[in-house]
């Protein structure tokens, strides 16, 4: 059957969308025959914090589409600003041409970071901004003369994309295990398992985390290029919290034994833990911090890598001295893209001065509690910023779920049928909703996901 315009698209059957998508689609991050038996669902449009499928019914996002939309769906201003730049280009390259959109953005990432970054290169998506970190790093070595700096440093469990070299700059087996024979040799320390809702003090686990990477780097510091970690919230680990003072005592041992620190900012930049970065709170100076998601508040693809001017000077040089940066893409600095970068962090400076942000985080955190504190079936419950995630587990004493309950996928599923949209981390359920997620919204949010955690309970007991 040909398909003729989007307009016929939008009025075929979901019967018939439903065949396209399991005939055609091969979906990221999710398992095609477990998804095959579930009930199907088209996104068709969305606003605020919902989407509606193509029957009509009303979701809230409380993904954020993928941890995303910053803004909601359908932001008038974006939309506005998207509209006037599409009647002019839609794309030019970035390679050895600028474009207005472009220098600005650079300009408007330089003055937003900490320190000395002032050098921003683009590109289209999280995995890509930490490849390009970790490639300049190990090239910078190089360019110094210092070739025996090639090991990266990663922490347990992190997570920072799906290219290989971010596969091997993480900790992420559950995902990537299969691709370790492909992978360049890196280390690992351990996390420092701050657990509680919005725990802040050091803990024993605090301790140990700090004590093998000062040995680490003590042993293999002259063969370290770069430390990689996420400030804060380690999102795909599970929403796993560190303490208030972790990260500056990273950053000083980084300068100590003259390690690259690089801060992976795709999850927790852009206002998804209260401030502009997730490293404003410490005030901490990475070598390079690494920004997508939020940048463009889910709208287009755009990612970026910020790094200080004494990286980018390393780089100069005639072309025949083979100094130059060869990494690049397509759609690198992409107009559209660009132009609604610089409209959402303007959106989202305002959110943060106006203090709605703040208040929100409060009683995002209050019901939170309220929902789950104390809950038999909860195990453990973190939360910093509008980010959350709950543990869940049999009951005290007794032992974990068979993997195959799908426990959480089952909550997650039943909670489609609450007017929830959520995913699940094997038996936990992450929420990360749109930053502009009003109190009404909250209660709606927590209530319904009671809800359908207690109908999946129900339904195993039986």
């Not at 999710?30 to 579930?38: D, G, I, R, S």
């Not at 970190?133 to 799906?162: C, I, N, T």
């Not at 203090?355 to 079936?377: M, V």
């Not at 997620?437 to 129900?458: G, M, Q, R, W, Y």
Request: proline share 4%; hydrophobic share 40%; charged share 25%.
């Amino acid at each position: 059957m040909a398909i003729a315009s989007i307009d016929i698209v939008c009025e075929n059957s979901k019967t018939t969308l439903d065949q396209w998508d399991r005939k055609h689609s091969w979906h990221p991050f999710t398992q095609m025959k477990e998804y095959a038996a579930l009930p199907q669902l088209h996104v068709e449009r969305g606003e605020g914090c919902w989407v509606w499928d193509t029957e009509g019914n009303r979701y809230l996002d409380a993904n954020a589409s993928i941890w995303t939309n910053a803004h909601g769906h359908n932001d008038p201003e974006i939309n506005a600003a998207l509209k006037v730049q599409i009647d002019k280009i839609a794309h030019s390259t970035y390679l050895g041409l600028s474009h207005p959109l472009g220098a600005a953005l650079g300009k408007k990432l330089a003055d937003m970071v900490p320190g000395v970054l002032s050098r921003a290169i683009f590109s289209d998506n999280g995995s890509n901004a930490v490849e390009i970190a970790l490639k300049l790093s190990f090239q910078y070595w190089q360019l110094r003369e210092k070739p025996e700096k090639r090991l990266v440093v990663g922490m347990q469990d992190g997570y920072h994309g799906d290219t290989f070299g971010a596969m091997a700059a993480g900790d992420s087996g559950g995902f990537h295990g299969r691709f370790d024979p492909w992978l360049f040799e890196s280390r690992v320390f351990s996390s420092p398992a701050c657990d509680e809702v919005n725990g802040q003090e050091f803990s024993a686990d605090t301790e140990k985390s700090l004590s093998e990477l000062k040995i680490l780097l003590e042993t293999e510091g002259t063969c370290i290029a770069a430390l990689i970690l996420e400030p804060s919230i380690q999102g795909p680990a599970g929403m796993r919290l560190q303490p208030k003072g972790f990260l500056k005592e990273v950053e000083a041992l980084c300068r100590r034994f003259e390690v690259h620190l690089i801060l992976d900012e795709v999850f927790v930049g852009c206002g998804r833990t209260g401030s502009m970065l997730a490293c404003d709170t410490e005030s901490i100076e990475p070598d390079f911090l690494c920004l997508a998601k939020g940048l463009t508040a889910g709208y287009l693809p755009l990612a970026a890598t910020l790094t200080s001017e004494s990286v980018y000077q390393a780089f100069l040089g005639s072309f025949e001295s083979g100094r130059g940066f060869f990494h690049g893409h397509t759609f690198t600095g992409n107009p559209l893209a660009a132009c609604v970068a610089l409209k959402s962090i303007e959106k989202l400076e305002r959110l943060i001065d106006s203090k709605r942000l703040k208040e929100t985080i409060a009683y995002f955190g209050e019901r939170f509690e309220e929902a789950f504190r104390g809950h038999p079936n909860v195990d453990e419950m973190r939360q910093r910023g509008l980010a959350a995630a709950i543990d869940l587990c049999p009951g005290e004493g007794r032992e974990a779920w068979p993997i195959d309950e799908r426990v959480g996928m089952q909550v997650c599923v039943e909670a489609r049928k609450q007017g929830l949209l959520l995913r699940p981390l094997m038996d936990s359920i992450l929420i990360v909703p749109p930053l502009v997620i009003s109190s009404e919204e909250i209660d709606f949010l927590f209530e319904n996901l009671k809800t359908a955690l207690s109908a999946v309970l129900k339904k195993i007991s039986n």
